[in-house]
């Protein structure tokens, strides 16, 4: 062997960078298990238990329910596909899956953040028309089901690039040793957006951030200032001696028309905290990918972000799927019915098989009420 090519030698060693395979002690890698776990076993609970409250009672599909119905298929889709690989991603150093996985995960989490915020738009929008302006057509399932099927398609859209430019590599002269024996090494992978131009990837994360954030949010919030105008308003109308004598003679029912409007007021509040929690929930996520595209990082800021802080900004976002549910619970009577309904019927279903004898069947139970 030439000289040159010792040298050469050496100064490929002397390159090579070597990391654990576990990211994280074992204290801090029980931590981040047990709270990723927590909202993954809310997240598919509670969702699966929304899905089957609408479906099952055909006095629940609502075009607003049909809309939260949407929000809980794209929350279970979080739940399945995004929560565990994300965990694991954040417990080894490098991506421990495969092509497929890498562009299927990036996907799914995309396109199921994009259906939440359409879905939230459409949502408020619905309840805008409905509120502010009570004279207009309301919209029918049929057109709530183009709206869901529309907001699905423009999210597959948004994500199309991302699919395209996900990509698991090789990190050259980078190694991962397992269990802090150097005779143990792995190669590292990374799963990344691999653009022909890298200025690209900063161009489309401000797009997506623009389109799946910034702006969804801004119409939501204009809608429900202006369905709180109109409701205070209404407030103000009901309270003054001559315009409840006019809604007497026009409607007919005097004392209806303030339960009513609790009642209209009680769901918007729902709603209201449903879109505020997706917007804090996300916001920290947002930001932080911002920053590594456009802050210049040096490689300890880089690490701390990537072990510590990301990993807690994702569990924040995921964690919006898994709090939605518990919203409906409290703020809506027909989904805190339908909910106390299954788990009757599910602990009436324990009961008769524990007292199931040969000659007894166990009784039906439709488990959720006719509303």
Known sequence: MSEQSLLDGVSNVTNITFSPYYQHSLYVAAIYTLAYSFIFLLCMVGNI????????????????????????????????????????????????FSNTVCKMSGFVQGVSVSASVFTLVAIAVERFRCIVYPLQPKLTVFVAKLAIASIWVLA????????????VEKVPFHYMIYNNNFNQTLPL???YENFANPRMRNVYTVVLFAHIYLL????????YISIGVKLCSSVFANNEPHLANATVQEGGRRHAHPRVS????KVIKMLIVVALLFMLSWLPLWTLMMITDYADL????????????FPFAHWLAFSNSSV????????????????????????????QKGNLTPSKAPGRNNGLPAW
């Not at 597959?156 to 990509?167: D, E, G, I, K, S």
């Not at 969804?216 to 809608?223: A, D």
């Not at 609790?262 to 007021?265: D, E, N, P």
């Open 49 to 96: 238990l929304v899905c089957l409250i609408v479906l099952e009672n055909r006095r629940m599909r609502t075009v607003t329910n049909l809309f939260i119905l949407n929000l809980a298929i794209s929350d279970l889709l979080v739940g399945i596909f995004c929560i565990p690989t994300t965990l694991v991603d954040n417990l080894i150093t490098g991506w421990p």
């Open 156 to 167: 597959v859209a948004f994500m199309c690039p991302a699919v395209v430019a996900l990509t």
């Open 189 to 191: 992978y990374t799963c």
């Open 216 to 223: 969804p949010l801004t119409v939501i919030s204009l809608m």
């Open 262 to 265: 609790r009642k209209k007021i």
């Open 298 to 309: 040096d490689g300890n800021q880089l690490d701390l972000l990537t072990s510590y802080i």
């Open 324 to 351: 939605n549910p518990i919203i409906y619970g409290y703020y809506n009577e027909n989904f805190k019915r339908g909910f106390e309904a299954i788990f009757r019927a599910h602990l009436d279903l324990h009961k």
